[in-house]
């Protein structure tokens, strides 16, 4: 692999991350532009050391192993309060999933499938909570307790 494609596959891969890690941020959120930045980056890499072997099942592996790790790092920053009633930290938790999603997908260079997932993604978080406010109050049915 050429050195501009590796810049390329891995400087797509470190911004898709740090866009997503500024939209938590802006939110509050545990994992920001450096934390989401990482794994995008770290991701890629991982399928871009692999990828010209040219051996299928090494990079399906390899993928294999970023998304099932990256869970470890998502249950770090989901919280429970003590009554066990409110969960936080789930969208942070889906985003750094989605994050190695992208950024394995910047190691095997499809842009297309970055840019399409990228769109969706910001959409959901920037209009979802509002859209899930707005359902609620309007489809929510008062208890009969």
Same mark, same amino acid.
């Given at each position: ?8 596959? !891995?400087?797509? $891969? ?20 450096? %934390? ?7 991701? !890629?890499? $991982? ?6 072997? @040219? ?8 993928? =294999? +192993?970023? &998304? %099932?790790?990256? +869970? ?10 003590? =009554?066990?009633? =409110? ?6 938790? /889906?985003?750094? *999933? &989605?994050? /190695? ?9 499809? *842009?297309?499938?970055? &840019? ?12 979802? +909570? ?5 359902? @609620? ?9």
């Amino acid at each position: 692999m050429e050195i501009m494609e590796i810049i390329i596959r !891995a400087g797509a $891969a470190v911004l898709a991350g740090a866009a997503l890690g500024l939209n938590r941020d802006l939110h509050g959120k545990p994992t920001g532009v450096r %934390t989401l930045g990482l794994v995008g980056l770290g991701s !890629a890499l $991982a399928v871009m050391a692999v990828s010209d072997s @040219h051996d299928v099942s090494a990079v399906s592996r390899v993928m =294999q +192993g970023i &998304l %099932t790790g990256i +869970g470890f790092l998502g249950a770090g920053v989901i919280i429970r309060n003590d =009554q066990g009633q =409110q969960i936080h930290g789930l969208t942070t938790a /889906a985003c750094a *999933w &989605l994050t /190695a999603c992208i950024g394995v997908t910047c190691g095997v260079g499809e *842009w297309r499938i970055v &840019l399409v997932s990228l769109v969706f993604a910001f959409l959901l978080l920037t209009v979802g +909570g509002r859209l899930e406010k707005l359902l @609620h109050s309007r489809l929510s049915q008062p208890d009969d307790d």
